[in-house]
């Protein structure tokens, strides 16, 4: 783990956004539902966090939080979220729509449904920069084009008076992307940018978000349920499971020494080209219900590694350095041992 | 554009040759009597029988009928353009009643399109906005009321309250506003209300209902994470999809009302269509009933052309599908 001695790649000065034991915890018929269960890390400056996880392991209702777009009377927020300097949970509605979409920019998984269908492309970016900056609609318009020509939309002129489903899936997401951007936010949250577009589609809105980060000098949040699209893009990386942060480190500790069990699965079931069908290994059982969390370790009935006292007793994040954490009761010894021995094999 | 529009029209003519061509059949050949006797009305002697069947050509074969029946419509029978025939109980042509009855019964529902469009919109958003909380409680309690209170019995009462006990509104019939624009208003006001209560309660609910589901839809997201404020969000946003398949409801129940509110203009004494062809029922006056048939089925034809063009402009996405 030599990285990790290094300190937290990326990592300069305060951190942009802080989150301190956040829980977003929903009332609903059948239950408490625990979406998100005391997740506490830190965003700096200029990085590029990957968050990972399945369906339902609460990483976009993390974000989703963080822009103040969970606030209903059937949402209950625990915790701290410090966005240069303010908490973002405490704060007026007022104020805190003026750092939506100025401050902090979000893309959406499915472009599609994301845009209105009814308004251009370019009206709905022009209503993002004069929600927050006052300027004639002309100049406004100008900028929107300029800004669909910066995220690589041929004939963006011409591109900004058409509709969204006038637009290709890739196009559209740039367009979001455009419209996320057009403010030159601090913070880019893009939930599963790639996930609704082609194979070949989704590298190049990757490699986009990456060069647009320079650009812009934007911190980026990836949100993604596949580890192998952060490894290239991202310099830390949050391992989601059960609204709990599992593992945490700079990608370098995750891929080339992942503490936990959860994170070696994920791992193992990233398909690579050179590899047998037979060798992919999914995780076995389902994730558990965010009502009924199992006892102990949440991850306890998938993991190929339980001990008894998995079953009774939660894990701490804990880390040894620092920076890489991993919620596990596993021995640090034992769990390099196992990446060792056997997920580097399989993997 | 240009194609849309050509395709819609010709749906159109398709439309009123169906609807025609039912109306034939149905007056014209599916009666086991002879249709002349028929339109002869109640009391039918040998003589008239004869001129009926002279005038409207029924001693022809039932396709050529049909295209004389066409004719007349269309190109005019000897009483003008639309030919709408001539009754011959009243010993009258139908057109210029018609059209007299026809401009009634267009203001009646006129007034309680906009009166139930108001109501039933902002209830719909009232209720919406505020769901579960009190606001929507009493609108939907509202719109249950209006759903299910009978038209003649909401008309009755009304009456009787505003008219028979409150003495604040004059009594019921018709005045012209070129006669008397202010009698005209007081005569209207309830006919008025008690239409569009039916109309408002069943919009109300659409309404909510449709808001409530786009305010779920991953665009309002986005309009919030670019932080619109929540006035624009709703309505720029929510209300503009929520309200498009409103339109089109809207003009089926326009178009359908066009063709006379029987009930409303029963109660209220308004010589409309719905009166008009209620007495052509009861008196067996067929080529009235005939008349008011096609009118109110070109009526709805022609409020759904409308509807379709307006609904091109209104969604982007029509246009090219």
């Known amino acids: 783990?030599?990285?990790?001695?290094?300190?937290?790649?990326?990592?300069?000065?305060?951190?942009?956004?802080?989150?301190?034991?956040?829980?977003?915890?929903?009332?609903?018929p059948d239950g408490v539902v625990k979406a998100v269960n005391g997740v506490s890390f830190d965003i700096y400056q200029g990085e590029t966090l990957g968050v990972v996880g399945e369906s339902g392991s609460g990483k976009s209702v993390t974000f989703l939080t963080v822009m103040g777009l969970i606030r209903s009377k059937d949402a209950r927020l625990e915790g701290e979220v410090i966005f240069d300097g303010q908490?973002?949970?405490?704060?007026?509605?007022?104020?805190?729509?003026?750092?939506?979409?100025?401050?902090?920019?979000?893309?959406?998984?499915?472009?599609?449904?994301?845009?209105?269908p009814f308004y251009t492309v370019g009206q709905q970016i022009v209503e993002g920069i004069r929600a927050h900056?006052?300027?004639?609609?002309?100049?406004a318009w100008d900028r929107a084009v300029d800004m669909l020509q910066t995220v690589g939309i041929p004939k963006p002129a011409e591109r900004a008076r058409q509709y969204p489903h006038e637009f290709s899936g890739g196009m559209r997401q740039r367009a979001m992307i455009a419209m996320?951007?057009?403010?030159?936010?601090?913070?880019?949250i893009a939930d599963e940018p790639t996930t609704a577009l082609d194979v070949t589609v989704q590298s190049q809105i990757l490699e986009l978000i990456d060069r647009l980060k320079q650009e812009f000098r934007t911190a980026v949040v990836l949100i993604t349920h596949d580890l192998g699209v952060v490894a290239e893009y991202c310099d830390h990386i949050n391992v989601m499971y059960a609204a709990k942060i599992a593992e945490s480190g700079n990608t370098r500790d995750i891929y080339y020494g992942a503490h936990h069990p959860y994170t070696w699965g994920l791992l193992q079931s990233i398909p690579r080209l050179e590899s047998e069908v037979q060798d992919l290994k999914p995780i076995k059982g389902q994730p558990p219900s965010l009502i009924f969390v199992p006892p102990g370790c949440s991850f306890h009935p998938r993991c190929p590694y339980v001990m008894?006292?998995?079953?009774?007793?939660?894990?701490?994040l804990q880390s040894p350095d620092g920076v890489h954490a991993s919620a596990c009761h596993l021995a640090l010894s034992e769990k390099e041992r196992i990446f060792r021995e056997e997920v580097l094999q399989r993997a | 554009m240009g194609r849309y529009l050509i395709r819609r029209l010709l749906w159109v003519l398709l439309l009123v040759v169906l609807i025609t061509l039912f109306t034939f059949i149905i007056f014209f050949v599916m009666p086991p009597t002879d249709p002349s006797?028929?339109?002869?009305?109640?009391?039918?002697?040998?003589?008239?029988?004869?001129?009926?069947?002279?005038?409207?050509?029924?001693?022809?074969p039932a396709p050529i009928q049909y295209l004389l029946f066409l004719k007349r419509l269309f190109v005019g029978d000897e009483y003008g353009w639309p030919g709408f025939g001539f009754s011959f109980l009243t010993r009258s042509p139908i057109k210029p009643v018609l059209l007299e009855r026809a401009v009634v019964t267009f203001q009646l529902a006129l007034g309680a399109a906009v009166l139930w469009l108001v109501l039933g919109v902002g209830i719909g958003i009232i209720s919406a906005l505020n769901?579960?909380?009190?606001?929507?409680?009493?609108?939907?309690?509202?719109?249950?009321?209006?759903?299910?209170?009978?038209?003649?019995?909401?008309?009755?009462?009304?009456?009787?309250i505003f008219w028979q006990q409150l003495e604040i509104l004059p009594g019921t019939g018709y005045v012209a506003i070129s006669d008397d624009p202010s009698q005209w208003f007081m005569h209207f006001i309830l006919p008025w209300f008690v239409l569009a209560l039916l109309f408002a309660?069943?919009?109300?609910?659409?309404?909510?209902?449709?808001?409530?589901?786009?305010?779920?839809?991953?665009?309002i997201r986005t309009a919030r994470a670019k932080g619109l404020s929540e006035r624009k969000v709703i309505f720029r946003h929510a209300l503009r999809s929520s309200l498009t398949p409103v339109v089109s409801l809207f003009g089926v129940d326009f178009g359908t009302l066009l063709g006379g509110a029987i009930i409303t203009e029963t109660v209220f004494n308004l010589p409309g269509l719905g009166t008009y062809v209620v007495r052509a029922v009861g008196n067996g006056d067929l080529p009235v009933i005939l008349a008011v048939v096609v009118f109110a089925g070109l009526g709805v034809t022609i409020m759904s052309l409308v509807i379709d063009v307006l609904y091109a402009f209104l969604d982007p996405r029509v246009k090219y599908a």
Not at chain 2, 142 to 153: H, K, M, T
């Open chain 1, 308 to 316: 008894d006292i998995c079953r009774t007793k939660e894990p701490e």
């Open chain 1, 1 to 28: 783990m030599s990285s990790s001695t290094h300190g937290r790649s990326g990592a300069v000065g305060e951190p942009l956004l802080r989150v301190r034991d956040l829980k977003v915890h929903f009332d609903t």
């Open chain 1, 180 to 188: 996320a951007l057009a403010l030159n936010p601090d913070l880019l």
């Open chain 2, 37 to 60: 006797i028929l339109f002869a009305g109640r009391a039918p002697n040998p003589r008239l029988i004869a001129q009926v069947k002279e005038s409207l050509g029924l001693d022809q």
């Open chain 1, 87 to 116: 908490d973002l949970l405490t704060l007026p509605d007022e104020e805190l729509r003026h750092l939506r979409g100025k401050r902090i920019g979000m893309v959406f998984q499915d472009a599609m449904t994301s845009l209105h």
């Open chain 2, 201 to 219: 309660a069943f919009y109300a609910r659409m309404v909510r209902s449709n808001l409530l589901e786009t305010l779920n839809e991953d665009y």
């Open chain 1, 133 to 139: 900056e006052k300027m004639p609609k002309k100049e």
């Open chain 2, 131 to 160: 769901r579960g909380k009190i606001a929507d409680r009493a609108a939907m309690g509202f719109a249950l009321l209006g759903v299910s209170a009978p038209v003649f019995w909401l008309g009755l009462m009304a009456l009787w």
